[in-house]
């Protein structure tokens, strides 16, 4: 999703005796047509500048993590980390006693897109069903195995095959396992999920 992104600054030149020298870093996401939180804000602290300096090169994974479990897409989320990591340079820069506080806090506004098309018709059920992309952290942690030995075929089996290609696993290969038990090459399965959230096989659905 896209999204606008807003900062603010604070300086505290009287901060209790325990804060002196500390920095703070709050992040909150929004939705554009609302004012409440999408999730719980993302918060870094740290004792002092130099630990600034050394750790949160470290902690942009966890950033990262937490921006796209907020709804920003690729190009949102290198955005975000960008200006944040050049308002957190200005603030070092700008802030040269040890006796002081800060506090960078950064907002994310998430556009919310107006609702989706109706792709698809299922006739099992006969409900409407919206086809959309999985959400990239739940399409991560599929468990994922490496295929060690081709199993024996049968007429009436496919289980050492992807249903997405049609071609049989290889020794060595990615396989990806779904909690719903149908496994597909990591490759293939990936693909799929950044166009739709359910299993190709039996319709298991994935957090979009």
């Keep these: 999703m896209e999204a606008e992104i807003s900062f603010r600054s604070e300086i505290d030149l009287k901060p209790k005796s325990k804060d002196a020298g500390s920095f703070k870093i709050c992040v909150s996401a929004l939705r554009s047509d609302t004012s409440i939180s999408l999730i719980p804000n993302f918060v870094l602290s740290y004792n002092d500048y130099e630990g600034v300096i050394s750790s949160y090169p470290n902690d942009l994974k966890q ?91 049968t007429s009436n089996s496919d289980d050492s095959m992807c249903a997405i290609c049609l071609e049989g696993f290889e020794k060595g290969e990615i396989v990806v396992t779904l909690p719903c038990g149908h496994e597909f090459d990591d490759g293939c399965i990936v693909k799929w999920f950044l166009k739709d959230h359910v299993c190709p096989l039996c319709r298991f659905e994935l957090p979009c």
């Design 63 to 153: 950033l990262n993590d937490w921006l796209y479990l907020a709804g920003l897409s690729d190009q949102y989320v290198d955005i975000a980390n960008s200006q944040l990591t050049e308002r957190i340079c200005k603030s070092i820069i700008m802030v040269d006693s040890p006796v002081c506080a800060t506090l960078v806090y950064m907002y994310c506004k998430v556009i919310v897109p107006s609702p989706p098309r109706i792709d698809s018709f299922d006739e099992t059920t006969n409900n409407i069903r919206l086809i959309r992309p999985a959400n990239k952290l739940a399409v991560g942690r599929l468990a994922r195995k490496i295929y060690k030995k081709k199993k024996k075929k």
